[in-house]
């Protein structure tokens, strides 16, 4: 077990023994690098780009998420064009995310266990082929909701394996000490993804309809595919393959236990994800009823890069900007900032302000993410990462649907704002329980 780390200026002494647990698997030479061997890094995000390995895997994940989120927007547009149902919208998003909650452990005993860029390349593969069967579905004028439905569940239980996975790379492609530069920079290209992606998105939705923007995104993941195929990384490194299955898959749950840090992260994103975020999911609807905006515009592709701008500029501050300030306080300021942009988000009406307003909220919403998850990562060693961050792809990813379905029925009843504004009242609480400081362990 990891000793609770000493106060916030002594932080990065504490750390190094931990980067030095890493080592072993950090400077595998099987990874490639262009860095020193003996450079521990600065966290910072030019440094980590420095790494040919970073750069190539980076770049093909960066094309892929670019499709992602071209297919993401378009499904929550296509379901309420199809039904002008927000409960709809609610169930597309609960089959896209919910399967985190059910898979993501294990896929995080996979990804400690196997050869995770093999693991990689076979659900990237996995996933263009059901993005290929989306678009076949979506080419008859009446599509068959449920089987819509299916498929992108069968999406969510691909994405569930594959994030942990990734995750758990970070550190083998940045080198060690760079975590949280690499963590700022996956974030930012996950976000800058969702301004490009959305943007082209919603113009070939409003112009082409579905289909070709799902074709689209199956041929992205070569990419990342290719990216993968052409560099080598080291195979899980499991260290308790001798114990039951069972007891593995619940080392994530242990270890979240055991170390405040990581628990209080994983139960603040819970709450966060269940509880302020329904807004993403039920985007269009926020759209069409309190901002005048059709989800099948131009307009609302432009929206949804406005937010995703905000986001990638959010995650990209952490590791450059706010490099040197400690994590766990700009979790507390950033939830703060949120709660009063989203608040403020509630309660437009008119387009042109909301534009700005939620390039706002993105921008703290993703700065409080990243934040959060590098302390958590700074917690753990390499052979815990792929279960334990399971449990941040089921805190992040898997409560966001449930909020949703329990979002929709309730917009249909009220309004959105009776949802949205209530989600920012309670970002202010949690700004209060996000007390991420080491605690003295019990003698």
């Known amino acids: 077990m990891f000793m609770d780390p000493p106060p916030f200026g002594k932080q990065r002494e504490y750390l190094d023994p931990l980067v030095k647990l890493e080592s072993g698997m950090t400077h595998s030479p099987a990874v490639e690098s262009s860095a020193p061997p003996n450079d521990m890094g600065d966290g910072k ?3 980590v780009l ?3 390995t970073f750069r190539r895997v980076y770049t093909g994940a960066f094309c892929s998420n670019i499709g992602t989120w071209m297919q993401n927007v378009v499904l929550g547009a296509l379901a309420y064009d199809l039904t002008n149902s927000s409960t709809f919208v609610g169930i597309i998003l609960f089959a896209q995310l919910g399967p985190m909650l059910f898979f993501s452990m294990i896929g995080g005993l996979l990804a ?8 990689l390349i076979t659900i990237s593969a996995t996933q263009a082929a059901l993005a290929l069967a989306l678009a076949l579905v979506a080419t008859d004028e009446s599509p068959n909701k449920w089987a819509i439905v299916g498929i992108v569940f069968l999406i969510g239980m691909g994405q569930s394996v594959f994030g942990p996975a990734y995750s758990a790379v970070l550190p083998d492609l940045a080198g060690p000490g ?3 530069g690499a963590i700022s920079l996956n974030l930012t ?11 082209i998105g919603g113009l070939l939705f409003a112009r082409y309809d579905a289909p070709p923007v799902f074709v689209i995104n199956a041929l992205t993941y070569l990419f990342v595919i290719v990216a993968l195929l052409s560099i080598r990384l080291p195979a899980g490194q499991s260290d308790d393959h001798h114990e039951p299955p069972l007891r ?3 080392r994530g749950v242990r270890i979240a236990r055991e170390r405040h840090a990581v628990g209080r992260s994983l139960s603040l994103m819970i709450a966060f994800s269940f509880l302020c975020l329904p807004f993403i999911g039920q985007m269009p609807v926020l759209a069409d009823r309190n901002l005048g905006i059709a989800a099948k515009s131009t307009e609302y592709g432009i929206l949804y890069a406005c937010f995703g701008l905000g986001a990638m500029l959010g995650a990209l501050s952490i590791g ?3 490099s040197h300030l400690a994590k766990e306080m700009l979790v507390r300021n950033g939830l703060v900032a949120f709660a009063v942009a ?3 988000f509630s309660w437009l009406r008119m387009p042109l302000p909301a534009y700005v307003v939620i390039a706002v909220v993105g921008f703290f919403y993703f700065g409080i993410v990243t934040a959060l998850s590098t302390v958590l990562q700074t917690h753990l060693a390499g052979n815990e990462r792929g279960r334990v961050m399971a449990l941040w792809m089921m805190a992040f990813g898997g409560t966001v649907p449930i909020g949703n379905l329990v979002a929709g029925p309730l917009i249909d009843a009220t309004s959105v704002t009776t949802i949205v504004f209530p989600g920012a009242v309670i970002a202010l609480g949690l700004a209060w329980y996000a007390d991420l400081r080491p605690r003295p362990r019990p003698t």
């Open 189 to 199: 290209q996950m976000n800058g993804s969702r301004v490009i992606g959305p943007a």
């Open 342 to 344: 989203l608040a403020v």
């Open 178 to 180: 760079n975590l949280a």
């Open 248 to 250: 593995r898959l619940a």
């Open 320 to 322: 450059t900007v706010f």
């Open 50 to 52: 420095r790494q040919k």
């Open 45 to 47: 995000a030019l440094t």
């Open 112 to 119: 400690d266990s196997f050869d995770r860029r093999h693991l």
